[in-house]
């Protein structure tokens, strides 16, 4: 009997081990909300601030205004990341402005990850 309690604590003790180390690992993999929208504003301001403004009012001559944006609102997050990996130049035919949005921003960097967090700061604008 002695023998078998002493197991049981053992079982215990690397199950409570293993289940705390897949929490750590969990949450390392994913950032809070919180943190992706931080991350995903770092970027808005760095690649895409100067031609569609600070908080997305649009930038006369540079970039439209991405506030209450119809093109935005139709489209999935997914179909939005799509958008800015292409960007759209001044001669395709749904450009608005004559201006070129640049793909990424022009920041060639920004992966696959980055333009998620990104497009979820979007949708707070
Ligand atoms: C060099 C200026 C410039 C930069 C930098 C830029 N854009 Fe743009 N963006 C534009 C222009 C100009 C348009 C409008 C193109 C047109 O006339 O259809 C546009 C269009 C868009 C649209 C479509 C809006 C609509 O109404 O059709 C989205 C979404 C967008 N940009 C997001 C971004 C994001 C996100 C970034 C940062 C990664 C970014 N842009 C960086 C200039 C820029």
Not at 77 to 105: A, C, W, Y
């Amino acid at each position: 009997m002695r023998r078998r309690g002493r197991l049981v604590s053992w079982m215990v003790v690397v199950l409570v081990g293993m289940a705390s180390s897949l929490t750590i690992a969990c949450n390392s993999e994913r950032p809070s909300t919180g943190e992706r929208l931080k991350y995903g504003q770092a970027i808005y301001g760095r690649a895409c601030a100067t031609c569609h403004g600070r908080e997305g009012e649009g930038m006369p001559m540079l970039g439209n205004r991405l506030r209450d944006n119809a093109f935005m609102n139709e489209r999935s997050d997914e179909q939005l990341v799509e958008f800015i990996k292409e960007g759209r130049p001044s001669n395709h035919e749904l450009n608005t402005t004559g201006v070129d949005m640049p793909p990424r921003g022009g920041d060639p960097s920004l992966d696959e990850e980055d333009l998620a967090q990104l497009v979820e700061y979007l949708r707070t604008l």
